[in-house]
């Protein structure tokens, strides 16, 4: 995929990423594109709105992902999301064998893949996963750091 093709779909993302911080969940939001460049799942928080903690963008498409194609091996396929995943949902992505991980803005609070620690190429790892970061980056950046000063500023 190419770097015009990554930013499209990130800004896809990102669009979808405002719906969903409307809605009060944290605005991150993620697909999973086959080798063909198809979309076979998508997810955004939802943790909030089911009280589930597995509720992550990332968990949502690969759930979703796995029941359209049958399989749970994602060898040959492409998640791409709007806050870099963090460990948790990266090692899901591991656990999936992940082909590509495309993120927006990286977290260096919680980040998995580079962020605080980098479990798609952590020794424990039996999978290795192409990740690129910082695709749209200021802009799912701001997206984030207003949605936090909004929340922060209502409960004052």
């Known amino acids: 995929m190419n770097g015009s093709e990554q930013k499209r779909w990130m800004q896809i993302l990102l669009e979808r990423a405002r719906e969903v911080g409307q809605t009060g969940e944290i605005p991150v939001s993620?697909?999973?594109?086959?080798?063909?460049?198809?979309?076979?799942?998508?997810?955004?928080?939802?943790?909030?709105?089911?009280?589930?903690?597995?509720?992550?963008?990332?968990?949502?498409?690969?759930?979703?992902?796995?029941?359209?194609?049958?399989?749970?091996?994602?060898?040959?396929?492409?998640?791409?999301?709007?806050?870099e995943p963090c460990p948790m949902c990266a090692g899901a992505l591991?656990?999936?064998?992940?082909?590509?991980v495309i993120f927006a803005a990286h977290d260096l609070k919680r980040g998995a893949l580079g962020g605080t620690i980098d479990l798609s190429s952590h020794r424990s790892a039996h999978h290795r996963m192409t990740v690129i970061g910082g695709v749209l980056e200021e802009e799912a950046r701001r997206l984030l750091e207003d949605w936090f000063r909004q929340r922060r500023q209502g409960s004052r």
């Open 94 to 100: 591991v656990q999936a064998r992940m082909g590509t």
């Open 30 to 83: 993620a697909l999973i594109l086959d080798a063909e460049g198809r979309c076979i799942g998508h997810g955004r928080n939802r943790r909030q709105q089911h009280q589930d903690p597995l509720g992550h963008a990332e968990l949502v498409a690969l759930r979703q992902a796995s029941v359209l194609q049958g399989d749970w091996r994602f060898n040959s396929c492409t998640l791409m999301v709007t806050l």
